[in-house]
Structure formats: structure tokens, C-alpha cells
């Protein structure tokens, strides 16, 4: 069974960086893919990025892209997310998940790491 574990949110500025992880332990690691989700208050959980993780192909969210970027060290199973240009509606409590095989849905959620972006 694998677990997960979000960290690296915190309270930060406009304009500043961050680099969130997701550390994956457990039995074997080798997902289709590993996506990063987010959901703000009052609001959806919605799609930020994703990670082919046998292949390393990327995509983002129109929102994010440009300025987030998904990446992974398979030695540590850890999938990170690369924050740079932060803005206020980035503020949000930031998830990963697991997509184990192509067409599978998400599953294997961590618990999430909250990012606040001031102005």
C-alpha cells in the first residue's frame, strides 16, 4: 500500500518561490502518473499538474503554466513541484495523488500541504 506525503507549503509573497514534495513509501513505486492537485476555501479541488512518471512527460493547468514545474528523483520516489512567480491565487491547500495505471482515476491521496501567497 502506498502512502504519501506532501510538504514544503508555507506562507510566502508574491513573487516568491516554492517547492513542494511528495514523498511516496510503501511497497514498489512505479505509477502511470503522479498529479498535483490543489483546492482553495470554498472551492473545487482542481488539477495543477501531472507527471508521466515512466516517461516524463508533463502537463499543466493554463493557471500554472510558465511558472510551475513537475519533476521527480525515482531513487527517492518523491514528485516535487517547482513554484516560482507566486501570486495570490495560488493560495491554496496543495495535494498529490497517484494515477496507478492510464485510466485509472487518482487514488493514493496525500494528506496536503497548505500554501498562502500574500500581495
Known amino acids: 500500500q502506498v502512502e504519501l506525503l506532501e510538504s514544503g507549503g508555507g506562507l510566502v509573497q508574491a513573487g516568491d518561490s516554492l517547492r513542494l514534495s511528495c514523498a511516496a513509501s510503501?511497497?514498489?513505486?512505479?505509477?502511470?502518473?503522479v498529479g498535483w492537485f490543489r483546492q482553495a476555501p470554498g472551492k473545487e479541488r482542481k488539477f495543477v499538474a501531472a507527471?508521466?512518471?515512466?516517461?516524463?512527460?508533463?502537463y499543466y493547468s493554463d493557471s500554472v503554466k510558465g511558472r510551475f514545474t513537475i519533476s521527480s528523483d525515482n531513487v527517492k520516489n518523491t514528485v516535487y513541484l517547482q513554484m516560482n512567480n507566486l501570486r495570490p491565487e495560488d493560495t491554496a491547500l496543495y495535494y498529490c495523488?497517484?494515477?496507478?495505471?492510464?485510466?485509472?482515476?487518482?487514488?493514493?491521496w496525500g494528506q496536503g500541504t497548505q500554501v498562502t501567497v500574500s500581495s
Open positions: 510503501g511497497s514498489t513505486f512505479n505509477p502511470f502518473a
Open positions: 507527471l508521466r512518471y515512466r516517461t516524463g512527460d508533463e
Open positions: 495523488a497517484i494515477q496507478p495505471e492510464v485510466g485509472n482515476p487518482y487514488d493514493h
